[in-house]
């Protein structure tokens, strides 16, 4: 460890307060606790199958952020064997600040045996208060300083993680940004190549990114901000969506909007799908505004099968939800 990585006595301090927190509601009963009747099980004729959702956006002062995130994790532990990966798509951390990263990786490595990999990327709120590569250089020692983490390399978030049945391609903001994220041409150009040659070997593959294409996924309406950029991407929107919609059996993952599932969580673009995911720290938005949601994947041989789950209670979305289910065929 450098000596500028170490915690310092702020640090120190942040995360003693928190730690303190999660220990205190625990002893009183009042952390969520997920049921152990209906747990996460890999469906048996699945290649692979991972758990995805958005936005713990632990934080130094928000302590109802953590408790969600904890009881979300809880839900791992009633499996009866471990899931191929974990994606966290963006916003780990409000602040972006020590003491939230070391509370994320303690709470993530208390389930380290129920997850082979876990896949974490920056959203908008890990990125924006400070340098960029100062701010990559202490998010890269975060993901490794959780077991079965997948780092980036040093200088770029983004990276690919190729599995037999299917492959992961993690985006991030190559410049430091407040609100969207700022791909650059390198990076579009390696998503392009890394594209063509899953499709080459018929692979379905993920594409992550923390804030949506515009106009998608209900932009932007769901974001009610001025500027039919808010919430999106921004700027690299349509270049990426030029990239994504060239190829096939591509399915782009997001977070950010903080909305519940609904009619919006999911759309078919033909060669490429969207599917948003709620939130599992802050509260969700819209009429099914449950907390601690995200859904469970599975990829099996001429399909991907999605399916909500409400992780802090572990249990499924009811099916009368839309898109609480949702199975896409493959384009073989
Ligand atoms: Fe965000």
Redesign the pocket.
């Known amino acids: 460890m450098k000596k500028n990585d170490k915690p310092n006595h702020v640090s120190r301090f942040y995360f003693h307060n928190m730690n303190a927190e999660l220990t205190k509601r625990m002893a009183a009963g009042s952390l969520p606790t997920p049921s152990t009747d209906d747990p996460i099980v890999r469906p048996p004729e699945a290649l692979f199958t991972f758990a995805a959702f958005g936005?713990p956006q632990v934080s130094n002062y928000m302590f109802a952020r953590e408790a969600c995130f904890y009881a979300t994790c809880r839900d791992f532990k009633s499996m009866p064997e471990p899931l191929d990966a974990l994606i966290i798509a963006?916003?780990i951390a409000e602040n972006g600040m020590r003491c939230e990263y070391r509370m994320v990786a303690q709470i993530l490595n208390e389930v380290s045996d129920k997850i082979r990999h876990v896949v974490l990327m920056p959203?908008?709120?890990d990125i924006r208060l400070r340098g960029f590569l100062a701010q990559q250089f202490k998010f890269r020692g975060f993901v490794k300083s959780v077991t079965n983490g997948v780092p980036p390399e040093r200088g770029k978030y983004w990276f690919a993680c190729d599995f037999d049945a299917c492959r992961f391609l993690v985006m991030g903001s190559d410049t430091a940004s407040f609100e969207g994220a700022h791909i650059s041409h390198r990076q579009l150009k390696w998503l392009e190549t890394e594209l063509a040659d899953a499709e080459k070997q018929n692979k379905p593959v993920f594409v992550m990114n923390?804030?949506p294409l515009k106009k998608t996924n209900g932009l932007p309406g769901a974001w009610q901000g001025v500027g039919s950029w808010r919430g999106s991407v921004g700027n690299q929107s349509k270049a990426l969506r030029g990239v994504l919609s060239s190829h096939k059996n591509v399915f782009f993952l997001t977070?950010?909007l903080h909305q519940g599932v609904c009619q919006a969580s999911f759309e078919d673009y033909g060669s490429y799908k969207c599917l948003n995911l709620p939130t599992v720290g802050a509260n969700n938005h819209g009429s099914y505004n449950e907390l601690s949601q995200g859904y469970v994947i599975s990829v099996f041989r001429d399909r991907v099968e999605m399916r909500a789950r409400l992780f802090g209670k572990g249990e499924y979305v009811p099916e009368e939800i839309p898109n609480a289910f949702i199975s896409v065929p493959l384009d073989k």
């Open positions: 936005d963006g916003d959203g908008n709120h923390h804030q977070g950010h």
